[in-house]
C-alpha cells in the first residue's frame, strides 16, 4: 500500500496531462486513521464519477461490539453513520472549475427508511467501517486539473471522516439511542406473530406526510390513537411498554369519508414493512415484513402467471393457468398481482380501493342478476379473501370508500374520522344484516403449485456485454429492455431500483439455467446477499456505491415485470 504523500505527489506529477493519466491512481493509499481506495477511474470527465472507498479499521473506528453484532443493530447503524456523512460532506460542496462532472461529490442520500446500503458497511466480524461515494476528478476540458482534486482528498474528506466515522468524535447519547430504537423495532417484529398481529401502530404517531413529494412527517398532523378495543401494550427492551393498534390477522377493512386518513393509514402500513429513523412519526409503525401491497396495473405484462383463481373460461378459450400477455387489463393485472405475491411468500396483502379494478374487487347483486355467474370470467377478490385467510393463512386489510360489501367479510372494520380511527365493526356488521349479501359465492379454490421456470437467454450469457441504467426510483434498463416499476409501491429508493438491476442481472447470467423454478433463483439470491452482500451480484473487483437492499418480495416483482424472460 502506498502512502497519502506518493499520491499527492502522483497527482502533481500527471497535473495538465490528458485525461487518462488519471489512471495511474487506482490503489489504495494509507491516511492517518484510515485507507483510501481509488476503486475506478472515470474515461473522461463526462463519464460517469469515479469510484472512491473509504476503509476505518475497527480498531480506529472503535464503535462498541455490541452496536454491530445482529443485523438491524448493524443496519442501524450504518445508515446513521452515511447520513451524518453525507451532512458533512455537504458543507463542502463545490463545483471545481472544470469541465463535465468536475469536483462532484456524490454520497447517498438517504430517505426516512433504514435499508442496508453498500454507501456504508461495517464488518461484523472486525468492525470496519468503510463508506463508498463517487468523485467526479477534475479537468479543464481533457486536461488534468489535480490541483482541484488534490483539495477534495486531502482537505475536505479528511475533515469529513475524523468527524463522523469515529465513535469518539460522535454524539454517544444519540448514537446509543440510534442502537436502542433499533433494538425496540426489531422487538415489536418479533413480537408480531406471536400476538397473532400483522401490524402494529404505536399512539402518539405520526401518519402524515409533509407533501406528495416529501416524506417528512406534517407538521401539525393530528397524532394517531387507537381505539379502545384494538389496543395492545408491549414490552420493549429500552423503551419500556408502549401502547398503541394491533392489527389481528384475518381480514381488516378500513373505510370513512374521502380525505379523512383511510390511504394515509395504508400507506404507513406499506413502509411498515421498513424501519424508520427517529423523528419520522412512524418509528413504531412496524407491519409484517412480507406484507405486499397489490393494486392494479393497466398494461403491464404477465409471464406464464396462473390466475385461475381469479380468472377462468375466457370467451378466446385461453388457458388462465398459464396465462401471458404484454398489455394486461386492471382486473387481470391485479389477479396476477395477488398470485405473484403469494408466490413471493407473502401473508398480508394491502389493497386500496382507489387504485384497484372494480371488477376485479366487487360485482353488486344488480350486476349478477343481469350478468349472470356464468356469463362472467371473473371471480372478484369478495369471493376469495375469506378463503385465502382461513386455507392459506394470508391476511388482507383493505381500504373502501364506496362498497358496503366486504362488511359481511371483515373480522374487523376501522372507520378513520378526521384521521382518528374508531371500531365499528359492531354497528357495521348490523347494517350490512339489512344488506344481504347473494349466496352464491364462487366455490373453493387451491393455489397454484408455482412451478414456473425461467428459461436461458442468449442475451445473459457470462461474456456478454450487459448495459444496465436506472431510470429514477419506478425503472430501469437492461439490454435495452425497460422493467416498469412505477407500481411497485413499496420499493422506498432509488438505490433499491438500482440493486435490483444488478440482481436480475446476475440470476439471468449465473442461476437461469432451464432447471429452476422462480422461487428457487430468488431464494438463492436472498441467500447469496445475507452471505456475502449485495457485493456477490455485481460482477465487478469494486462494489458500486448506490445500492439498497431490496426485499425479496421487490425481486419477484422486477421478474415479474421483466418482458425479457420467458418462463416455462
Keep these: 500500500?502506498?502512502?497519502?504523500?506518493?499520491?499527492?505527489?502522483?497527482?502533481?506529477?500527471?497535473?495538465?496531462?490528458?485525461?487518462?493519466?488519471?489512471?495511474?491512481?487506482?490503489?489504495?493509499?494509507?491516511?492517518?486513521?484510515?485507507?483510501?481506495?481509488?476503486?475506478?477511474?472515470?474515461?473522461?470527465?463526462?463519464?460517469?464519477?469515479?469510484k472512491v472507498s473509504i476503509l476505518v479499521s475497527g480498531r480506529q473506528a472503535a464503535f462498541p461490539e455490541n452496536y454491530y453484532d445482529l443485523t438491524h443493530k448493524r443496519t442501524a447503524l450504518e445508515d446513521h453513520l452515511i447520513r451524518l456523512f453525507a451532512r458533512e460532506a455537504e458543507q463542502f460542496q463545490f463545483k471545481a472549475r472544470g469541465s463535465?462532472?468536475?469536483?462532484?461529490?456524490?454520497?447517498?442520500?438517504?430517505?426516512?427508511?433504514?435499508?442496508?446500503?453498500?454507501?456504508?458497511?461495517?464488518?461484523?466480524?472486525?468492525?470496519?467501517?468503510t463508506v463508498r461515494m463517487e468523485?467526479?476528478?477534475?479537468?479543464?476540458?481533457?486536461?488534468?486539473?489535480?490541483?482541484?482534486?488534490?483539495?477534495?482528498?486531502?482537505?475536505?474528506?479528511?475533515?469529513?471522516?475524523?468527524?463522523?466515522?469515529?465513535?469518539?468524535?460522535?454524539?454517544?447519547?444519540?448514537?446509543?439511542?440510534?442502537?436502542?430504537?433499533?433494538?425496540?423495532?426489531?422487538?415489536?417484529?418479533?413480537?408480531?406473530?406471536?400476538l397473532e398481529l400483522v401490524a402494529f401502530i404505536a399512539n402518539g404517531s405520526i401518519l402524515p406526510r409533509e407533501s406528495g413529494v416529501s416524506q417528512r412527517p406534517m407538521r401539525g398532523a393530528t397524532p394517531f390513537h387507537s381505539p379502545a378495543s384494538m389496543e395492545v401494550t408491549l414490552s420493549l427492551p429500552n423503551r419500556g411498554n408502549i401502547t398503541g393498534m394491533g392489527i389481528r390477522r384475518g381480514i381488516t377493512l378500513i373505510i370513512g369519508g374521502g380525505y379523512h386518513g383511510k390511504s394515509t393509514l395504508l400507506k404507513a402500513l406499506e413502509l411498515g414493512v421498513y424501519n424508520h429513523i427517529a423523528g419520522d412519526g412512524r418509528e413504531f409503525v412496524i407491519t409484517d415484513e412480507a406484507a405486499v401491497k397489490i393494486r392494479a396495473e393497466d398494461g403491464r405484462s404477465i409471464r406464464s402467471t396462473d390466475i385461475s383463481m381469479f380468472i377462468n373460461n375466457l370467451p378466446n378459450k385461453k388457458d388462465t393457468r398459464r396465462f401471458s400477455t404484454e398489455d394486461a387489463s386492471g382486473s387481470t393485472s391485479q389477479a396476477a398481482g395477488v398470485i405473484e405475491a403469494i408466490e413471493a411468500g407473502t401473508s398480508l396483502l394491502l389493497i386500496d380501493e382507489d387504485t384497484c379494478a372494480t371488477n376485479f374487487m366487487i360485482r353488486d347483486e344488480l350486476m349478477q342478476r343481469v350478468v349472470h355467474r356464468d356469463q362472467e370470467p371473473i371471480t372478484p377478490f369478495i369471493d376469495r379473501v375469506r378463503d385465502l385467510y382461513e386455507q392459506s393463512g394470508i391476511s388482507s386489510v383493505m381500504v373502501a370508500g364506496s362498497s358496503g360489501s366486504y362488511f359481511h367479510v371483515a373480522d374487523r372494520i376501522i372507520q378513520m374520522d378526521c384521521y382518528v380511527p374508531a371500531d365499528i365493526t359492531d354497528f357495521a356488521r348490523?347494517?350490512?344484516?339489512?344488506?344481504?349479501?347473494?349466496e352464491n359465492m364462487a366455490a373453493s379454490a387451491s393455489?397454484?403449485?408455482?412451478?414456473?421456470?425461467?428459461?436461458?437467454?442468449?442475451?445473459?450469457?457470462?461474456?456478454?456485454?450487459?448495459?444496465?441504467?436506472?431510470?429514477?426510483r419506478d425503472a430501469f434498463s437492461i439490454n435495452r429492455e425497460t422493467v416498469d416499476l412505477r407500481y411497485v409501491e413499496q420499493l422506498a429508493d432509488i438505490e433499491q431500483t438500482t440493486a435490483l438491476s444488478y440482481l436480475l442481472r446476475y440470476a439471468m447470467t449465473h442461476l437461469c439455467d432451464g432447471k429452476k423454478d422462480l422461487r428457487t433463483i430468488v431464494n438463492e439470491l436472498v441467500s447469496l446477499t445475507e452471505k456475502q452482500g449485495l457485493a456477490a451480484a455485481c460482477d465487478s473487483s469494486w462494489l458500486p456505491a448506490g445500492l439498497a437492499m431490496p426485499r425479496p418480495q421487490e425481486i419477484y416483482a422486477c421478474f415479474n415485470r421483466f418482458r425479457g424472460l420467458t418462463l416455462q
Design 430 to 438: 348490523e347494517q350490512a344484516a339489512k344488506f344481504p349479501i347473494q
Design 447 to 472: 393455489l397454484p403449485d408455482f412451478s414456473r421456470v425461467p428459461k436461458p437467454s442468449r442475451d445473459f450469457r457470462a461474456d456478454a456485454r450487459i448495459k444496465m441504467k436506472t431510470l429514477g
Design 100 to 129: 463535465g462532472k468536475s469536483g462532484l461529490l456524490s454520497v447517498s442520500r438517504c430517505g426516512q427508511e433504514i435499508l442496508s446500503r453498500t454507501a456504508c458497511t461495517i464488518s461484523p466480524e472486525s468492525g470496519d467501517v
Design 135 to 194: 468523485i467526479g476528478f477534475p479537468a479543464n476540458g481533457r486536461s488534468i486539473n489535480s490541483p482541484e482534486l488534490i483539495k477534495i482528498l486531502f482537505d475536505f474528506l479528511p475533515l469529513c471522516v475524523r468527524r463522523t466515522l469515529y465513535c469518539k468524535s460522535l454524539d454517544a447519547g444519540k448514537l446509543a439511542s440510534v442502537i436502542e430504537l433499533a433494538e425496540d423495532q426489531h422487538a415489536i417484529r418479533k413480537l408480531l406473530p406471536k
Design 1 to 50: 500500500m502506498k502512502s497519502s504523500e506518493q499520491l499527492k505527489q502522483l497527482l502533481l506529477s500527471i497535473n495538465h496531462r490528458s485525461y487518462p493519466a488519471y489512471k495511474d491512481t487506482r490503489g489504495s493509499y494509507r491516511f492517518d486513521g484510515y485507507q483510501l481506495n481509488i476503486d475506478h477511474v472515470q474515461g473522461d470527465p463526462f463519464a460517469a464519477p469515479s
